[in-house]
């Protein structure tokens, strides 16, 4: 069964600096891999998703996630956060259900 | 767009009690889905289904119930609450195939006493 593991489970960043959170899937077959952000109250967002092809994917609002295959490893990047990105971030593998990481909350300081 | 509507957006409930929540959708998509929101547990998948009239068991589907009457419509039912079922209950809906993405409503806070 597949499952995903996001180690960090809260990350503080400055406004301006850049931010990286980390996925680890498992999963038999070619994954299909996603991000998702929650804001406090709100359901959850697609942020970007990959299947096959470029292992660089861009997605919504300036962030984007590499694919690594060697690494079991599908981690989200952003190179200049806004106090609007603090949020909670999950990702996801998929076999036509969707099996969600713990999720990492971000807190951006001024 | 309305895209994925759930009611009540929030509900106390007595230990013991049953309650239907119930999720709309107007993408006309096949699959619909029930989650559940804990801290530190991401999201849970409940029940699911792939199309009116059918309906499977998820990640922890136990004292839940479900139904699919309608394309538009995935309703969760509790029929003896617990305190355990306290949570944020999210329902999404997605298009055939892996790749489709989740759109989510807005959830339900249940907490039952």
């Known amino acids: 069964a597949q499952s995903v593991t996001q180690p960090d489970i809260h990350i503080t960043v400055s406004e301006g600096a850049s931010l990286e959170l980390r996925c680890n899937y498992s999963?038999?077959?070619?994954?299909?891999l996603f991000w998702y952000v929650q804001s406090p109250g709100q359901g959850l967002q697609l942020l970007l998703k990959?299947?096959?092809?470029?292992?660089l994917v861009q997605g919504i609002k300036g962030f984007e996630a590499e694919f690594k295959r060697s690494q079991s490893s599908f981690n989200l990047r952003k190179p200049s956060v806004h106090w609007s990105d603090a949020a909670e971030y999950f990702c996801?593998?998929?076999?036509?259900?969707?099996?969600f990481g713990a999720g990492t909350t971000v807190t951006v300081r001024a | 767009n309305a895209g994925v509507t759930q009611t009540p957006k929030f509900r106390v409930l007595k230990t013991g009690q049953s309650m239907t929540l119930l999720c709309a959708q107007d993408m006309n998509h096949e699959y619909m889905y029930w989650y559940r929101q804990d801290p530190g547990m991401g999201l849970r998948l409940i029940h699911y289904s792939v199309g009116e009239g059918t309906t499977a068991k998820g990640e922890v589907p136990d004292g839940y119930n479900v139904s699919r009457l309608k394309k538009q419509n995935f309703l969760l039912g509790l029929e003896s609450a617990a305190p355990s079922q306290t949570s944020v209950y999210f329902c999404?809906?997605?298009?055939?195939?892996?790749?489709?993405?989740?759109?989510f409503g807005n959830g339900t806070r249940l907490t039952v006493t």
């Open positions: 996801a593998v998929s076999d036509y259900k969707l099996s």
């Open positions: 990959y299947f096959s092809g470029d292992t």
């Open positions: 999404a809906s997605s298009g055939r195939g892996n790749y489709s993405p989740l759109h």
């Open positions: 999963y038999g077959a070619t994954p299909y």
